[in-house]
């Protein structure tokens, strides 16, 4: 804890400057000339370093720190020296958990009641975090701390994550004054679409030299404390370290997954009851905790196709590699803050999960989640995946487990991700760490806490107040509670006694124990499923005093306490705006009927040179429908080649390029197959337009089309896509002018060293054109500049 005195008052940020008083000199030579020193900001005396490290979709009884088959030396290191929670909770879901966590206030009071991308305009749905809620990070920051973020960023509002901004939901302008990571839900761990700042940069390595985005930013989390200390060794830090592991895609070397050979081929029902006995042993669950039983939605182990079983195990040692992988560079950045000889004084938060491990991968798995996210999972049949069961975790994967391996992970609960009414989707393991100011080392707390807990608890260890006022506007009141009786108080009673839960219509209450649940929807039925009335969901009651797993449903024992706990969590919802409940699907992803802003609206846009780092919202959408692109080049004389625009990557997308002189077009169905059309001649020297139709077949989603190549309006090429992906080319790759970033659209050419040779003046696309000129006119053009504005 803090010590010594603070003079400053830190209830209004920023801190009011206070002019000098005093005596006012005519020349600076008088003796009676004084002014007090000019003192940098500093937190109050005693405050700590802080890293909060938060691991992304894992389940409780993933790590070995908590019983789990993965190897996590450097979680069990803290745990050593520190405290493990195992009765801490998130919000069963990636962006609403964050918000939570960085704002100390309810997911759906900062609304973010689900992901960013399906918003709403209702408040506890909109993803705009109100000003009278600031981040933690903005407080620290305020109060004297340098803030660093290295990682995943899914709060941003996803009609502001283009490069035109605005800024101000970003990292950089909600109290971080470094950020160096991702903005979305997931990457490409060998090709991330990474941000430094606000701006978007391309990785320093290929795969093939080795590059994974884990290691990059835990080099760039190493400098950035390594600098800090160097430079300012008198301030202390607030360091953000969130990678995208382990989420989806599951990418990491083979070597890794390789460690776990043979070790999960019994099955996941198994490994169930493997981890159950450790984390008994280990004291983590009660020894007279049950292990629920996996749900008739999940198969069993035993009546899974045998030749499908291969390919589920080594689904489950790219995982575990995964997961031994991102713990192996946490125990760096442990190593580099020993060495820094700070670590014993750095407060450190290990969440080893931001939800329940991830039922989003199908019954089976699959080698390319955007498959199933399109509706094509009939593409991976059993003779698919064991085709590619060595590249599993590889550059050309972009890989999921089934669904059975994700409830293990969450062993000893029911469900998973998602299902914010159990266990199974909310409760993370969890660490902390300070020898300087916790005396208990190596024991366990079982106080019952919740994710928006950590932002007073890091304020109480600062010393500092929960601030009335920031930036002028006055402040709601931190809806968390600090966590720091518990850090030597074993036996403490709980200081929170109620928390709700609720994601998708998946909801519950817990109240001095109890909890009344129930399960409205289920993870993997992504599209074709009828949900059931909210009023018709079948609730569960439990009382986790004397039944630590939710095993023992007493909701027809005691029917008069369920009804109270019901009423309980309508009082919870109303204040902290989870009202109205919205469980939609196909509504929410379209932006009009969700009542979200759309950034890119008509049919046609207008790009430029320089422009990328484009995600899907920040293009027209030229899925299921006519469209062509067309480009004014300059030819250079020795031969054309490179890219004029490409969206997506190797797991799915199309490019518009030059080879060996020749236009061609690739349309790249999934990684799975590639169709190509390509010029019967070269691109003469000198100004030209060059331009792709392709028509639509129509009747349908996914139907494919004729493509035709055009250069100055005459026709050069033609041929035809069989099929094309209906909803989505990719979660992270973007849409570039002049290059291909990321992992490449074309096996034509490789991921770097692909830029246009020639010079772009612009790139038009257009949805539905019928024109039969195939060119258009200089006059048109800047008419359908502005039509953008």
Same mark, same amino acid.
């Given at each position: 804890?803090?010590?010594?005195?603070?003079?400053?008052?830190? $209830?209004?940020?920023?801190?009011?400057?206070?002019?000098?008083?005093?005596?006012?000199?005519?020349?600076?030579?008088?003796?009676?000339?004084?002014?007090?020193?000019?003192?940098?900001?500093?937190?109050?005396?005693?405050?700590?370093?802080?890293?909060?490290?938060?691991?992304?979709?894992?389940?409780?009884?993933?790590?070995?720190?908590?019983?789990?088959?993965?190897?996590?030396?450097?979680?069990?290191?803290?745990?050593?020296?520190? /405290?493990?929670?195992?009765?801490?909770?998130?919000?069963?879901?990636?962006?609403?958990?964050?918000?939570?966590?960085?704002?100390?206030?309810?997911?759906?009071?900062?609304?973010?009641?689900?992901?960013?991308?399906?918003?709403?305009?209702?408040?506890?749905?909109?993803? /705009?975090?109100?000003?009278?809620?600031?981040?933690?990070?903005?407080?620290?920051?305020?109060?004297?701390?340098?803030?660093?973020?290295?990682?995943?960023?899914? #709060?941003?509002?996803?009609?502001?994550?283009?490069?035109?901004?605005?800024?101000?939901?970003?990292?950089?302008?909600?109290?971080?004054?470094?950020?160096?990571?991702?903005?979305?839900?997931?990457?490409?761990?060998?090709?991330?679409?990474?941000?430094?700042?606000?701006?978007?940069?391309?990785?320093?390595?290929?795969?093939?030299?080795?590059?994974?985005?884990?290691?990059?930013?835990?080099?760039?989390?190493?400098?950035?404390?390594?600098?800090?200390?160097?430079?300012?060794?008198?301030?202390?830090?607030?360091?953000?370290?969130?990678?995208?592991?382990?989420?989806?895609?599951?990418?990491?070397?083979?070597?890794?997954?390789? #460690?776990?050979?043979?070790?999960?081929?019994?099955?996941?029902?198994?490994?169930?009851?493997?981890?159950?006995?450790?984390?008994?042993? &280990?004291?983590?669950?009660?020894?007279?905790?049950? &292990?629920?039983?996996?749900?008739? $939605?999940?198969?069993?182990?035993?009546?899974?196709?045998?030749?499908?079983?291969?390919?589920?195990?080594?689904?489950?040692?790219?995982?575990?590699?995964?997961?031994?992988?991102?713990?192996?560079?946490?125990?760096?950045?442990?190593?580099? &803050?020993? $060495?820094?000889?700070?670590?014993?004084?750095? /407060?450190?938060?290990?969440?080893?999960?931001?939800?329940?491990?991830?039922?989003?991968?199908?019954?089976?798995? +699959?080698?390319?989640?955007?498959?199933?996210?399109?509706?094509?999972?009939?593409?991976?049949?059993?003779?698919?995946?064991?085709?590619?069961?060595?590249?599993?975790?590889?550059?050309?994967?972009?890989?999921?487990?089934?669904?059975?391996?994700?409830?293990?992970?969450? +062993?000893? *609960?029911?469900? +998973?991700?998602?299902?914010?009414?159990?266990?199974?989707?909310?409760?993370?393991?969890?660490?902390?760490?300070?020898?300087?100011?916790?005396?208990?080392?190596?024991?366990?707390?079982?106080?019952?806490?919740?994710?928006?807990?950590?932002?007073? +608890?890091?304020?109480?260890?600062?010393?500092?107040?929960?601030?009335?006022?920031?930036?002028?506007?006055?402040?709601?009141?931190?809806?968390?509670?600090?966590?720091?009786?518990?850090?030597?108080?074993?036996?403490?009673?709980?200081?929170?006694?109620?928390?709700?839960?609720?994601?998708?219509?998946?909801?519950?209450?817990?109240?001095?124990?109890?909890?009344?649940?129930?399960?409205?929807?289920?993870?993997?039925?992504?599209?074709?499923?009828?949900?059931?009335?909210?009023?018709?969901?079948?609730?569960?009651?439990?009382?986790?005093?004397?039944?630590?797993?939710?095993?023992?449903?007493?909701?027809?024992?005691?029917?008069?306490?369920?009804?109270?706990?019901?009423?309980?969590?309508?009082?919870?919802?109303?204040?902290?705006?989870?009202?109205?409940?919205?469980?939609?699907?196909?509504?929410?992803?379209?932006?009009?009927?969700?009542?979200?802003?759309?950034?890119?609206?008509?049919?046609?846009?207008?790009?430029?040179?320089?422009?990328?780092?484009? @995600?899907?919202?920040?293009?027209?959408?030229?899925?299921?429908?006519?469209?062509?692109?067309?480009?004014?080049?300059?030819?250079?004389?020795?031969?054309?080649?490179?890219?004029?625009?490409?969206?997506?990557?190797?797991?799915?997308?199309?490019?518009?390029?030059?080879? #060996?002189?020749?236009?061609?077009?690739?349309?790249?169905?999934?990684?799975?197959?590639?169709?190509?059309?390509?010029?019967?001649?070269?691109?003469?020297?000198?100004?030209?337009?060059?331009?792709?139709?392709?028509? *639509?077949?129509?009747?349908?989603?996914?139907?494919?089309?004729?493509?035709?190549?055009?250069?100055?309006?005459?026709?050069?090429?033609?041929?035809?896509?069989?099929?094309?992906?209906?909803?989505?080319?990719?979660?992270?790759?973007?849409?570039?002018?002049?290059?291909?970033?990321?992992?490449?659209?074309?096996?034509?050419?490789?991921?770097?060293? @692909?830029?246009?040779?020639?010079?772009?003046?612009?790139?038009?696309?257009?949805?539905?054109?019928?024109?039969? $000129?195939?060119?258009?006119?200089?006059?048109?053009?800047?008419?359908?500049?502005?039509?953008?504005?």
């Amino acid at each position: 804890m803090h010590n010594g005195t603070d003079e400053l008052q830190r $209830e209004i940020l920023p801190i009011p400057d206070v002019p000098p008083v005093g005596l006012t000199t005519y020349d600076a030579k008088d003796p009676d000339t004084t002014f007090p020193p000019i003192r940098p900001l500093r937190p109050p005396p005693g405050a700590p370093n802080i890293l909060i490290a938060l691991i992304d979709d894992v389940g409780f009884g993933a790590s070995s720190a908590f019983g789990g088959p993965v190897n996590t030396p450097a979680a069990e290191r803290l745990a050593a020296g520190g /405290l493990k929670y195992t009765r801490f909770h998130t919000t069963a879901l990636c962006s609403p958990s964050r918000a939570a966590l960085l704002s100390g206030r309810n997911h759906h009071s900062v609304g973010m009641g689900a992901i960013t991308e399906i918003a709403t305009s209702a408040p506890g749905y909109n993803s /705009l975090r109100p000003n009278t809620k600031a981040t933690i990070q903005q407080i620290l920051c305020l109060n004297g701390y340098a803030t660093a973020q290295f990682g995943k960023c899914h #709060e941003v509002p996803v009609w502001e994550t283009s490069p035109a901004g605005p800024f101000d939901r970003w990292p950089t302008g909600t109290g971080f004054e470094h950020f160096y990571g991702f903005v979305g839900g997931e990457t490409n761990q060998y090709f991330p679409a990474i941000y430094q700042g606000t701006v978007g940069i391309e990785p320093s390595r290929t795969p093939e030299e080795g590059y994974h985005f884990t290691d990059d930013m835990t080099d760039k989390a190493i400098s950035w404390a390594r600098q800090q200390k160097a430079l300012q060794p008198d301030r202390p830090f607030f360091m953000y370290w969130a990678p995208g592991a382990t989420h989806a895609p599951h990418q990491v070397a083979k070597n890794w997954s390789d #460690e776990y050979k043979g070790k999960f081929d019994d099955g996941w029902d198994a490994l169930r009851e493997r981890t159950f006995a450790r984390q008994k042993e &280990l004291g983590v669950i009660p020894g007279d905790a049950v &292990l629920t039983p996996r749900h008739a $939605e999940i198969p069993a182990w035993d009546e899974t196709d045998d030749a499908l079983k291969p390919v589920l195990a080594r689904e489950m040692e790219v995982y575990a590699g995964f997961l031994h992988h991102v713990d192996h560079h946490l125990g760096r950045l442990l190593d580099s &803050l020993d $060495e820094l000889g700070c670590l014993d004084d750095t /407060l450190i938060y290990l969440i080893i999960g931001d939800n329940g491990a991830s039922a989003e991968g199908t019954l089976q798995g +699959t080698f390319n989640e955007m498959i199933n996210f399109n509706g094509f999972g009939q593409f991976e049949s059993a003779e698919f995946l064991r085709e590619r069961i060595d590249q599993f975790g590889g550059i050309e994967a972009y890989n999921h487990y089934a669904v059975g391996w994700a409830h293990a992970m969450c +062993t000893p *609960y029911q469900w +998973t991700k998602q299902i914010a009414s159990h266990f199974g989707g909310t409760r993370n393991g969890t660490i902390i760490h300070w020898p300087n100011g916790i005396s208990s080392k190596g024991e366990t707390r079982q106080q019952f806490h919740h994710v928006i807990d950590v932002a007073p +608890t890091l304020l109480d260890v600062a010393g500092l107040p929960q601030p009335r006022e920031v930036d002028g506007v006055t402040q709601a009141p931190i809806e968390g509670v600090s966590m720091v009786y518990s850090f030597d108080g074993a036996n403490s009673p709980d200081r929170r006694e109620t928390q709700y839960f609720e994601m998708f219509g998946n909801r519950g209450i817990y109240h001095k124990g109890w909890t009344a649940i129930t399960k409205h929807r289920t993870p993997w039925e992504l599209t074709g499923h009828d949900t059931v009335a909210f009023d018709d969901d079948v609730w569960e009651l439990y009382d986790t005093a004397t039944d630590w797993t939710q095993a023992h449903d007493l909701a027809r024992e005691q029917p008069r306490r369920l009804h109270e706990l019901q009423r309980l969590f309508l009082i919870e919802a109303t204040k902290y705006n989870v009202l109205p409940l919205d469980d939609r699907g196909t509504e929410r992803f379209n932006a009009d009927l969700a009542g979200r802003p759309t950034l890119i609206r008509g049919k046609r846009q207008v790009l430029f040179p320089g422009m990328g780092h484009l @995600n899907e919202s920040c293009v027209v959408n030229l899925k299921n429908k006519s469209h062509s692109v067309t480009a004014e080049v300059e030819a250079p004389s020795n031969g054309t080649a490179g890219v004029l625009l490409a969206q997506g990557g190797i797991g799915g997308g199309w490019s518009f390029y030059a080879k #060996e002189g020749k236009l061609k077009y690739c349309y790249n169905l999934f990684g799975l197959r590639q169709f190509f059309v390509e010029s019967d001649r070269v691109i003469p020297e000198g100004k030209h337009q060059v331009r792709m139709e392709f028509a *639509y077949e129509g009747g349908g989603l996914a139907k494919g089309g004729d493509v035709s190549l055009y250069v100055d309006g005459e026709r050069v090429g033609r041929g035809h896509v069989d099929a094309t992906e209906p909803l989505v080319f990719s979660a992270d790759e973007t849409t570039d002018v002049g290059k291909d970033t990321g992992s490449q659209v074309s096996p034509d050419y490789g991921p770097r060293g @692909n830029g246009f040779t020639g010079a772009i003046n612009w790139v038009e696309i257009e949805l539905g054109s019928e024109s039969n $000129e195939h060119l258009i006119p200089p006059e048109q053009l800047a008419h359908l500049m502005m039509a953008r504005q």
